[in-house]
């Protein structure tokens, strides 16, 4: 999948692109018509869980969203492409059922 991450005002090492990289193409795994994606990185200055993740990923005609704050990105990563997951499969079986 064709993944742009956006790190709002700080650069993001090459190991936490890879790993975002990673999760978000094993949601190929239960949808393959998934267009592309993009991530949207940021720090706030408040609080403990102050890494925000927003991830939007466009299907045919459909376009899916989800956030999530946490201590570190990676954590926060996978909160959002659990909810990704549970969007797509939802979808999916929508399609089947519908035709």
Same mark, same amino acid.
Request: charged share 30%; glycine share 6%; no cysteine.
């Given at each position: 999948?064709?993944?742009?991450?956006?790190?709002?005002?700080?650069?993001?090492?090459?190991?936490?692109?890879?790993?975002?990289?990673?999760?978000?193409?094993?949601?190929?795994?239960?949808?393959?018509?998934?267009?592309?994606? *993009?991530?949207?990185?940021?720090?706030?200055?408040?609080?403990?869980?102050?890494?925000?993740?927003?991830?939007?990923?466009?299907?045919?005609?459909?376009?899916?969203?989800?956030?999530?704050?946490?201590?570190?990105?990676?954590?926060?990563? *996978?909160?959002?492409?659990?909810?990704?997951?549970?969007?797509?499969?939802?979808?999916?079986?929508?399609?089947?059922?519908?035709?």
């Amino acid at each position: 999948m064709n993944v742009k991450i956006h790190s709002i005002k700080f650069d993001a090492d090459s190991r936490l692109l890879a790993f975002i990289q990673k999760k978000l193409n094993k949601l190929d795994q239960f949808f393959d018509r998934i267009v592309d994606g *993009e991530v949207f990185l940021k720090l706030n200055n408040e609080g403990v869980d102050n890494k925000t993740v927003e991830i939007k990923i466009n299907l045919p005609g459909q376009q899916f969203f989800a956030g999530s704050s946490a201590r570190t990105f990676e954590q926060a990563v *996978e909160e959002s492409v659990k909810v990704l997951k549970r969007k797509v499969r939802k979808h999916k079986e929508k399609l089947v059922t519908h035709g």
